[in-house]
């Protein structure tokens, strides 16, 4: 039976739920981090991120105890993060803990002493809301999830179905890198039958098989980073990061057999997380024997974001976070906030005029182009679709897949250099279809016209009209805009009729 949890669908953005910083500390198995938010909203904006590698979960699974260098590491680290804290001005702080506090018999010893160093009370979870919250924390970042959700941490993983906005049953499995390390005795074959044996009755993987598997876990991530380093891939964000299931099964296969210090470009991928590498390349490795999903996709959001996301109202979760960060950028950096959305119901019209076909998603990602059209002003003119570009292929953003953020930058490039400009994108370029390609730039030249009519002022294109009437690109201007009607507006019109194989002209309308 799978949960339904709100998704994000309008375009609309409420005020935060709350305007002030909140953070979240994470006393996990292997990692102890603090990650302070600008404010709790639907695209929270971390302000501060720290990890201090504790191995609290190293040799849980033979001796039953937390190990004493571990926890005088994690009750510094959390003593830093209440200072932190108290520096930043947080006082809305969760504090979880995982798998080795709740495994070691002395689990409850260490909680006590860190409720006293952190000065918060700790909740300490379970494996099932665990699976659940991570789960959350995939709906909150990735645009309509469908497949499985697998958490790995250094003591434990967490599987759960996720469908859009529907939550399956979580599972926990004692197969964390640190747990699966001990248990095997530091044997990459013994770790192999364990993984095979726990996974093999493992629910949620039934219904895998042609949908996605999203990882979730800080040694995921590096093997991810390290695959991304392999391949020379253009863009260096995690989120959204897929590898199809074939590849991915070979390169965990390399990982597991191959020494990690003698992998080329190993330096990408901290010291204290190179051990564990093979540990989570064989976890990998045996879901995708066991339930052969379509791809692997990296997910930078888990259990964290989902507890952010649990607490926002009905109405906050329906939003849709890309368009939310989006609208967010706009209000900061473009001349006047509000133009960002007359250029949404312009190019609506225009699109709707027959120009060519879009689907929903095509349709999103040209509204959140809409909002960022105008971010980069403040820049030299000639280096505004530069900086543009950067906010774009590097910024926080959620809730798009990589090829989308190169739709997102081909089309402000465009929008800044002219449709003969797109190849600025560089390797970006890579990651578009065709099909993304040619959207982008006629989205691209269409703002550029909209910026001569507008200056990039709200209340101006309500009262235009750009469309296709008769086989030809019509611009349609009232008679008081008459003055607006130049060569260059004209000259640019004409830009974008060519894209689109179509006679351009200015009309006058009574």
Known sequence: MLKRFLRPQSVEQPAPTSTRPVAIVDIGSNSVRLVAYQALSRAPTPIFNEKAMCALGKGVVTSGRLPEEGVEKALKALRRYRALCETMGVLDTEVIATAAARDAENGPAFLDAARTAIGRDIQLLSGRREAELSALGVVSAIHAPDGVVGDLGGG????????????????????????????????????????????????????????????????????????????????????????????????????????????????VVSAARRPLLAYGAIVLDEIIRRAKPREIVISAAGVREGMLFERLSESERKIDPLLAASRELETMFARAAGYGDDLIVWTDDFMASGVIDETSEEKRLRHAACLLSDIAWRAHPEY??????????????????????????????????????????????????????????????????????????????????????????????????????????????????????????IEIAD
């Open 384 to 505: 505004r679709a530069e900086r543009a570009l950067n906010v774009v292929t590097q910024g926080p953003f959620v809730s798009v897949d990589h090829p989308g953020r190169g739709f997102l930058s081909l089309a402000i490039v465009v929008r800044h250099e002219g449709p003969e400009g797109g190849e600025a994108v560089g390797p970006v370029r890579s990651l578009l279809t065709t099909r993304l390609f040619v959207r982008a730039r006629v989205l691209g030249a269409a703002m550029r016209v909209a910026y001569l009519l507008s200056a990039s002022m709200p209340g101006v294109l309500p009262r235009t009209r750009l469309c296709i009437k008769d086989g030809a690109l019509l611009l349609s201007l009232p008679q008081d805009f008459t003055d607006l009607a130049s060569d260059r507006v004209l000259n640019r019109v004409k830009s974008l009729g060519r894209l689109l194989g179509a006679e351009a002209r």
């Open 156 to 267: 434990s993983l967490e599987l759960i179905d996720v469908k859009g906005d529907r939550l399956g049953k979580g599972v926990t499995l004692p197969l964390g890198g640190l747990a699966l390390m001990d248990a095997s005795r530091r044997s990459p074959r013994e770790a192999t039958k364990i993984a095979r044996k726990a996974i093999a009755d493992a629910k949620p993987l039934e219904h895998l098989k042609g949908r996605t598997f999203y990882a979730v876990g800080g040694t995921w991530r590096s093997l991810a980073k390290l695959h991304m380093r392999q391949r020379n891939y253009p863009l260096g964000v995690m989120h959204n990061y897929r590898i199809q299931t074939g590849e991915a099964a070979d390169f965990a296969a390399l990982v597991e057999h191959v020494d990690s210090e003698a992998i080329e470009d190993i330096d």
